[in-house]
């Protein structure tokens, strides 16, 4: 089992910066973690991934070169860096984490495993 706790939402005015954070807790193997958000009505998308293992990030091309996911593993923490923020960013953000060993699509909500209640985040233009 794990454990994810999300921190840091709030409201903000385009252009402007927030910093979310994920704490985990409870099984320490988590071979990817991710961001993804979901704005009411709307599917959730996945925002970003790191390979915990690797340090290896992808991004989905509406937040590349303006967000930045890290991890620090000996803190169990999840960071999401968002700058230039625009009010199509508004939405719940959650933190996820994948405990399998192999596979799996980049994207896919059914393919993590372990969700935080989320944090919203709201941008007004």
């Known amino acids: 089992q794990v454990q994810l706790v999300e921190s840091g939402g709030g409201s903000v005015q385009a252009g402007q910066s927030l910093n979310l954070s994920c704490a985990a807790s409870g099984s320490t193997y988590r071979r990817r973690m991710a961001w993804f958000r979901q704005a009411p009505g709307k599917e959730r998308e996945g925002v970003a991934v790191?390979?915990?293992?690797?340090?290896?990030?992808y991004y989905a091309d509406s937040v590349k070169g303006r967000f930045t996911c890290a991890h620090d593993n000996a803190k169990n923490l999840l960071f999401l860096q968002m700058t230039n923020l625009k009010p199509d960013d508004s939405a719940m953000y959650y933190c996820?984490?994948?405990?399998?060993?192999?596979?799996?699509?980049?994207?896919?909500?059914?393919?993590?495993?372990?969700w935080g209640q989320g944090t919203q985040v709201t941008v007004s233009s």
């Open positions: 996820a984490a994948d405990v399998s060993l192999s596979g799996g699509s980049l994207w896919q909500p059914e393919d993590y495993h372990f």
């Open positions: 790191i390979v915990t293992r690797s340090g290896t990030t």
